[in-house]
């Protein structure tokens, strides 16, 4: 089964997971601010991508953004990849399309070292888009382990372009806590830290 068809009980049962709610993921994010440019982009894309309020929308005018400004403060050293086909275990119901895939490698034909998973949550709902999410994430897990990538963590996101939920997988758990697009400099700041500490 594809990504999308997971329930959070299909994940306990066939990975053992364990779910750990409202923990501090990153308690001390040092805020990170988008380039002047990024920034008058975001501005002008926020409002609009609300008012259109479709997913793709947000995708293409919030989300997106972030991720190539992310990229940009990399010096173009990871990966981005946008509905990407990733299957990695079929037999699992491992596979699928992910919206958005970060990786550990400056290489943008094919995931090499996936590292944040993101799904867009659909119709402004977080919670419809968890399962998902998760089982992306145990798929990147499951691929870094098989390509010998050593890369201690595999992070989530679920978004809604001003909702963001964040989940680390990490020793079979998985722990979570959401932020507001008002705070940019947060969000930006959290994807900074990902990066930094789950390099080899």
């Known amino acids: 089964m594809p990504y999308s068809d997971f329930t959070i009980s299909d994940l306990k049962s066939k990975f053992n997971l364990k779910i750990e709610r ?16 990024k920034r008058e982009v975001l501005e002008e ?3 609009l991508a ?10 293409e005018l919030i989300v ?4 190539v400004e992310i990229r ?3 010096n173009r050293q990871i990966s981005i990849f946008s509905g990407t086909e990733f299957t990695v275990d079929k037999t699992q119901g491992l ?4 919206d958005f895939i970060l990786s550990h490698s400056p290489e943008q034909l094919s995931v090499t070292a996936p590292v944040v998973t ?9 919670k419809s888009g968890i399962p998902q999410c998760m089982a992306e994430m145990v798929a990147a897990q499951i691929f870094n382990e098989q390509k010998n990538n050593q890369i201690p963590s595999i992070y989530g996101c679920v978004t809604t372009g001003s909702l963001w939920k964040f989940m680390k997988l990490a020793e079979n758990t998985i722990e979570s806590r959401e932020y507001f697009i008002g705070n940019i400099e947060s969000i930006i ?6 990066i930094q500490t789950t390099r080899k």
Do not use: H, W, Y
């Not at 997106?64 to 991720?67: E, N, R, T, V, Y």
């Open 95 to 98: 596979n699928g399309r992910c």
């Open 22 to 37: 409202r923990v501090e993921l990153f308690p001390a994010v040092e805020p990170v601010s988008p380039s002047p440019l």
């Open 50 to 59: 609300l008012e259109i309020d479709t997913d793709k929308a947000r995708s």
């Open 118 to 126: 993101m799904v867009e949550a659909k119709d402004d709902n977080i």
């Open 189 to 194: 700041g959290i994807f900074t830290q990902i």
């Open 64 to 67: 997106a953004p972030i991720l």
């Open 72 to 74: 940009k403060q990399f």
């Open 45 to 47: 894309n926020l409002p």
